[in-house]
């Protein structure tokens, strides 16, 4: 036990596509300052919290929860990985999730916690977590199949229902949970709501970042299937993750020579997206009531159904062959060396 007086830990556990890495980015661009306010700030990007939660070995964070309080700052964590990682049930207690866990060794320790979570409407955040996963040669079917996955459980890493991901940490009275919409009627800036959390001053000269579009377009996902077919046909298989990573780096450069990101992936069909808010409105809604006493998750993510996105036409399908099959002699020549 920790003799030192009580640290306040925040963790910013995701979503998924709610603007975490802006955050991230944001708090980094801003270390300086935030030292000044007290604020230690790790983003985890080696991953080695989580890879350390999975084995439940409170080591590593441990660590960081030294290295805060050696400055008699509060210490804030940000990984949006987390919102999945916590919710899984840890191996040998079935009856409890990692999160249960974690918990229960920081107050061990003497913290304070905060955990904090941004939400948002199902359709699209499914589509921009499809065209991530079509992006990183991690998927390899159509966006409706995925969306169906997902909401039959069969595809878990595109959890998205706020129950399954953090039902648990309301079973901790204890704990400060804030629960945030992200898109639907609320724009105000991520950053400056986890600041506010946090403690910094809202009014601090905080250094912006340059905005960045994540979605790398909807030629590049086409490209990225078409490139897997060819692959297929060839009875080759990106099966590793350096494989992978290559392969993303290589779209990615020319998804941003051609600006492609201009052009955004849009899966959802009027049809589909009804389709997708039906399936979530029983638990939006307890979630909505419970966390935010609104009547209804409609209240912050009114129904905004888009057009379908036209096919594409002759000209970019036939850039869409050209580059899948330019990019695959490129793949299969690195893989040769």
Not at 21 to 48: C, E, M, V
Not at 250 to 262: I, P, T, V
Not at 265 to 288: K, V
């Amino acid at each position: 036990m920790w003799n030192e007086a009580m640290t306040r830990v925040v963790l910013h556990i995701g979503m998924h596509k709610t603007a975490s890495t802006y955050i991230q980015k944001r708090l980094q661009a801003n270390q300086p300052l935030l030292r000044q306010h007290g604020i230690r700030f790790d983003d985890d990007s080696k991953n080695r919290l989580k890879i350390a939660a999975r084995r439940s070995d409170f080591k590593p964070w441990k660590t960081r929860l030294k290295q805060a309080r050696d400055r008699s700052a509060d210490l804030l964590i940000s990984n949006e990985v987390l919102s999945h990682l916590l919710a899984q049930p840890r191996g040998e207690r079935p009856e409890e999730c990692i999160g249960d866990w974690l918990v229960r060794q920081f107050q061990r320790h003497g913290c304070e916690i905060t955990l904090v979570a941004f939400l948002r409407d199902q359709p699209g955040y499914l589509n921009s977590h499809y065209a991530q996963h079509i992006r990183n040669f991690a998927l390899h079917c159509p966006f409706e199949a995925y969306a169906e996955a997902v909401m039959n459980h069969r595809h878990p890493r595109g959890q998205c229902d706020p129950e399954r991901l953090f039902g648990w940490i309301r079973h901790h009275a204890q704990l400060e949970a804030r629960f945030l919409p992200y898109g639907g009627r609320c724009s105000d800036d991520p950053f400056l709501q986890l600041i506010e959390i946090v403690g910094g001053p809202a009014a601090a000269d905080w250094q912006p970042i340059a905005p960045e579009n994540s979605q790398s377009g909807r030629l590049a996902v086409a490209t990225s299937i078409r490139v897997q077919e060819h692959l297929q046909a060839r009875g080759i298989r990106l099966s590793s993750k350096p494989a992978r990573r290559g392969a993303t780096h290589a779209l990615l450069r020319r998804s941003r020579r051609y600006g492609w990101e201009r052009d955004r992936f849009n899966g959802l069909t009027p049809e589909l997206y009804q389709r997708i808010r039906d399936h979530y409105r029983p638990m939006n809604d307890r979630f909505a009531q419970a966390v935010w006493g609104v009547a209804s998750w409609a209240e912050l993510f009114p129904a905004a159904p888009p057009s379908a996105q036209a096919p594409l036409g002759r000209w970019p399908r036939w850039r869409v062959e050209w580059e899948s099959r330019d990019l695959v002699r490129r793949l299969m020549a690195m893989q040769q060396k």
